[in-house]
């Protein structure tokens, strides 16, 4: 019988493998981790294994899709609420946004007042801000559901993001009609800043 060693890594405890979207946050002196230190007796045999073979190496995780989700209502201070999240490629939008508890539905997230991803209701609107290249062409259904509705425009149940191997960004604004802010989108040239965005309220 051999020992039964728990090794605690900093991969371990470390946030998804996209950094770029991490928000900065900080804990108060009042907010401490502790860890307490137990005995663990092993009960059964656990074949040896190469020490090369246990080190994990984060390069090694697969590849992923960094999102960002922009909420319909502004926070207090007027910033737009945005919620970080990342997943593999391949799957359909609105399986991602439901799988990460992000608002997809709105009024109609109720049952009976969806149709549950086949594309027939339309409710799944959402804008895609950044990213498109990493989204299927629009859908016969997309085409006839939102002919009058910006390009920019999906419904998430006929929206694929990448293949399982894509890695990339993609940014969305969640229940575009609700929105309580306008997008500027500027030509490529004309300024070297990210999309802009205004409260209706200074408008």
């Known amino acids: 019988m051999s020992l039964l060693q728990l090794q605690l890594t900093s991969h371990a405890f470390s946030s998804v493998s996209f950094q770029k979207f ?101 409710t799944c609107v959402v804008e895609v801000l950044e990213g498109m290249e990493l989204l299927n062409p629009r859908t016969d259904i997309e085409i006839e559901k939102l002919k009058k509705k910006p390009k920019n425009w999906r419904l998430a149940c006929q929206t694929t993001v990448g293949k399982p191997d894509s890695t990339g960004v993609v940014a969305i604004q969640q229940l575009p009609e609700w929105k309580g802010h306008e997008w500027k989108y500027e030509k490529p040239g004309e300024s070297d800043s990210e999309t802009e965005w205004e409260s209706d309220s200074e408008s």
Do not use: W
């Open 22 to 122: 991490r928000p900065s946050t900080s804990l108060s002196p009042s907010k401490r981790l502790c860890f307490v230190r137990t005995k663990i007796r092993a009960v059964s045999t656990v074949p040896e294994k190469d020490s090369e073979s246990e080190t994990t190496d984060p390069d090694d995780d697969p590849p992923c899709v960094g999102f960002a989700f922009v909420g319909s209502v502004l926070l207090p201070d007027g910033t737009p609420d945005i919620h970080f999240r990342s997943a593999c490629g391949g799957q359909k939008l609105r399986d991602i946004m439901l799988d990460s508890n992000i608002e997809l539905y709105g009024p109609y997230s109720r049952p009976l007042l969806n149709c549950g991803g086949a594309g027939f209701c339309g």
